[in-house]
């Protein structure tokens, strides 16, 4: 992930914009036009009194010290080059004196400008540190995937804005979540917070994916049931719902949400996921006849899932013209898989002018490649005991066995991931027979 889209590039603001050497140059130059231009005019008096501003001016680019420095010496040059025009001291005192007055209330605003900047740093600093709990540093892999992607809250101070992703390492598979909750900013995120909790627990309990998505469900109805008693107004959440294992083949329940995209190497097959379409969005269920459905799809090695939320489309350029995923996917199909999520992220600055409207997630998704059977690390030589792990939360032996110490998967044969047995054959929860069969008899 790029360093721009969920973090600061520093914590720490300097005080000063320009090294002190190079400031003091700068208004010692400023001091010498004045005084050419007072000669020129004839005027010196007037015009070498605009040196009273000086000090204003290094207040909010400089630091304390530099404006002291810019002061005494606006201050002193001011009461020395009027006394040489010749002027009795009842005339110099008054513009001297409205120049101390100003360098005094300079050098107070500067301190309060760097305190306050101190304050934000502060802030931002314990952002970035519960963001970093609440949302998985990328890129990040897993023994099925490899998770790249862009976070860019449209509120910079905020760190967190309503549009959140995570990935769970569960006995059932690799579970990824990309969801948009219903406004944007800071008052979204109780609702982003609730999603994710129930995500998180969720994720490593069912074993189905219908029931991860009923616990999200029943997230935001909660949430909006204490919203609406404290005024608040009640909110939907749009999400994908996603489970990997060691098959090339995922699955995924959709919340409402905008349809993933692909990027093949073959750019003529580069395109949205052919899959049914969205259901209602998270706390909508109950305007819905239709229940929800887990749908199949294949994700060979090589092509990359691109999971997104409306920031992406939404995003417009300076004259109003909205951004065109679809036709740009055509154009990533050569780009290396490790460099896709960057290169995304400067074209779509690129396209609007660095004029972010919305909330921005994107996850690159890519496929780990098979590893050889029998081989170092894939789960079946020697030094792993198919099915000798403790039972899961489905009640099978060996479920936990898939994580192995060389990070890759080794599910006993003839153990489905979702609980079914005979090497896959049984496949009521994945829907191999029909991707459109309704699931929740699962």
């Not at 501003?53 to 009461?79: D, E, H, K, M, N």
């Amino acid at each position: 992930m790029t360093v721009s889209p969920w973090q600061p590039a520093s914590t720490r603001r300097r005080d000063a914009l320009l090294e002190t050497p190079v400031l003091l140059l700068m208004v010692f130059l400023a001091s010498l036009v004045l005084f050419t231009v007072g000669r020129l005019v004839e005027d010196e008096g007037r015009v070498v009194s605009l040196m009273a501003f000086l000090p204003p001016i290094v207040a909010v680019i400089g630091s304390v010290r530099q404006t002291v420095l810019t002061a005494v010496w606006s201050t002193g040059t001011l009461f020395v080059v009027l006394l040489g025009i010749r002027l009795d001291v009842g005339e110099v005192i008054p513009p001297t004196f409205a120049t101390a007055l100003m360098s005094a209330l300079s050098i107070g605003a500067c301190r309060y400008r760097i305190h306050r900047n101190a304050e934000v740093s502060r802030l931002r600093s314990a952002a970035a540190a519960l963001q970093r709990q609440l949302l998985r540093p990328l890129p990040f892999r897993t023994p099925e995937v490899i998770i790249d992607g862009l976070y860019q809250p449209v509120e910079e101070d905020s760190m967190v804005g309503g549009d959140i992703y995570e990935i769970a390492m569960s006995p059932y598979g690799t579970r990824v979540l990309i969801a948009d909750v219903q406004g944007k900013g800071l008052p979204a995120i109780g609702t982003a917070f609730s999603v994710l909790g129930a995500f998180r627990e969720a994720a490593q309990r069912e074993p189905d994916l219908l029931g991860v998505v009923d616990a999200l469900e029943s997230a935001v109805e909660r949430h909006n049931s204490f919203a609406s008693r404290t005024g608040e107004p009640e909110r939907f959440v749009t999400a994908l719902v996603l489970t990997f294992d060691e098959r090339s083949c995922g699955l995924v329940v959709n919340c409402g949400h905008l349809l993933p995209c692909l990027v093949c190497e073959d750019p003529d097959e580069s395109g949205p996921l052919p899959l049914a379409d969205p259901g209602v969005p998270l706390g909508l269920i109950g305007l819905s006849p239709e229940p929800r459905r887990i749908e199949e799809f294949d994700l060979p090695e090589g092509n990359t899932l691109l999971l997104f939320t409306d920031g992406v489309t939404d995003a417009r350029d300076p004259f109003g013209v909205f951004y065109p995923l679809r036709e740009r996917l055509r154009e990533w199909s050569g780009i290396p898989t490790s460099e896709l999520a960057a290169t995304i992220a400067a074209d779509l600055q690129r396209f609007t002018g660095n004029n972010q409207r919305d909330d921005i997630a994107l996850l690159a998704l890519h496929r780990v490649p098979a590893p050889v059977p029998g081989g170092e690390g894939d789960g079946r030589g020697p030094g792993t005991a198919a099915g000798g792990g403790e039972p899961g939360p489905g009640g099978e032996a060996g479920a936990s066995s898939r994580f192995t110490t060389g990070g890759v998967p080794g599910v006993p044969d003839g153990t489905d991931r979702d609980g079914g047995t005979g090497g896959g054959a049984d496949r009521s929860h994945a829907g191999a027979t029909d991707p459109h069969t309704d699931r929740t008899g699962a």
